[in-house]
């Protein structure tokens, strides 16, 4: 379909960061020829494994903008193809008195207020022996929370684009070099050419010699556990802000339970998305200190690796010297909910080359 002129964007990379470019780039430019290069299938890396929770809460100005934009490009994909795979959650938040005030003010398009008794009431009937301390606060927004379903939606948007973009599985791009106005791409079975680049390579290094690592960029191991608990699917999520732990209902019966796993430079080629003994123990411990009941009644869990960056925020890298070649770096823990944003800025960055650098601090 591309033919020797090549394609007008190829994007390395089909995780649900790939995704997004491939459907922003059809959105702004519906008659661009798009081609996908992916070494394994849609969704299979970090995307496959994720929990996929859009929080409504961001640290800073860029921050805020890519979690707006993920909003609105989420709810614009509520109804079309895509949409059965995001689900509204309530978000709850347990936190310290002496934290509301900061925390509030990390709150996207809404205002924080203290949860009603029926609603502290659900949380208790999904932990029946929560513990909470005296000094911690109970409280929530309106306004939804998003649950997305990374891997299928990211196939969803993929199959919507397939009329328009030239897909091609199992194919590792080892090399882009330039070539003519554009760029060729060399995988480990054939070459494609293509007017424009963007990399979302995730974990793995992407192949292009000449554009900046993200400031800080290392690998992280994320693991998330799944207990049986009494949860369903329209129960809140809960999270506990001060022990970065949150508990969000899987299914009905199973919640899945995020905690921190402080595990630095993990390969990605050695995750394949099932949790290690390590996993399973801090998990368990962290939970434990919440709920014993929960912690007992964990039956297994998941886990893969990130880029995460200095402040926890992905960069859209570009270089002068290369017009129209763009790296997407450092999901961050955070790649679901900020993709939308990021596509969007890596396509903008065509058109001011420069490396956006993230230099704010960012709390999480
Ligand atoms: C347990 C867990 C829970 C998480 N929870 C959340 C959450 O609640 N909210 C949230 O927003 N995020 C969450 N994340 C993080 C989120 O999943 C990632 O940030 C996001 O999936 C990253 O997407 P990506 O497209 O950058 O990477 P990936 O999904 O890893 O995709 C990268 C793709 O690039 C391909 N690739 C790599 N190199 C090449 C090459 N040379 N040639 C061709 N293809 C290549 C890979 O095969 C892969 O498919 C979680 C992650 C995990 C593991």
């Known amino acids: 379909m591309t033919g020797p002129a090549g394609a007008d964007l190829a994007v390395v990379g089909g995780g649900v960061i790939g995704a997004f470019v491939v459907h922003e780039a059809l959105r702004r430019h519906p008659d661009w020829r798009v081609l996908l290069l992916e070494r394994s299938a ?16 961001a640290a800073t100005a860029r921050h ?35 934290g509301l005030r900061a925390f509030g003010e990390r709150v996207v398009g809404t205002a924080l207020r203290p949860a009603t008794p029926g609603e502290r009431q659900r949380v208790a009937g999904m932990m029946p022996d929560l513990r909470l301390e005296a000094d911690e606060v109970v409280v929530t927004h309106d306004g939804e929370g998003l649950v997305v379903a990374a891997r299928p939606i990211s196939e969803a948007l993929i199959i919507e684009a397939a009329g328009r973009t030239e897909v091609q599985l199992g194919q590792r791009v080892e090399g882009i070099e ?18 424009r680049v963007v990399t979302a390579c995730g974990a793995w290094t992407p192949p292009v010699d000449g554009l900046p690592e993200a400031p800080g960029a290392r690998r992280k191991r994320i693991a998330a556990l799944h207990a049986r608990l009494p949860v369903s699917l329209d129960d809140p999520l809960v999270y506990f802000v001060d022990d970065d732990l949150f508990l969000v209902p899987l299914t009905a019966g199973v919640a899945l339970v995020s905690f921190y796993r402080d595990q630095w430079d993990t390969d990605p080629e050695a995750c394949d998305g099932r949790p290690n003994a390590d996993d399973l123990r801090q998990g368990r411990a962290a939970l434990g200190r919440r709920s014993p009941m929960a912690a007992a009644a964990v039956t297994g869990g998941r886990a893969f690796c990130d880029l995460y960056t200095d402040h926890r925020l992905p960069v859209v890298t ?47």
């Open 42 to 57: 849609i969704g299979a890396g970090a995307t496959a494994w994720s929990a996929g929770v859009s929080f409504p809460l």
């Open 64 to 98: 805020r903008e890519l979690v707006l934009a993920g909003r609105e490009r989420y709810a614009a994909l509520r109804e079309r193809a895509a949409g059965p795979f995001l689900r509204p959650v309530q978000m709850i938040y347990v936190l310290r008195e002496s």
């Open 178 to 195: 330039a070539a003519g106005d554009g760029y060729r791409l060399r995988t480990d079975h054939a070459e494609w050419n293509a007017r």
């Open 318 to 364: 570009t270089s002068p010297e290369h017009p129209g070649l763009a790296a997407i770096r450092g999901g961050s823990g955070s790649g679901v909910r900020l993709a939308p944003g990021l596509a969007a800025e890596a396509l903008d960055a065509f058109d001011r080359p420069g490396m956006t650098a993230v230099r704010e601090p960012v709390p999480h």
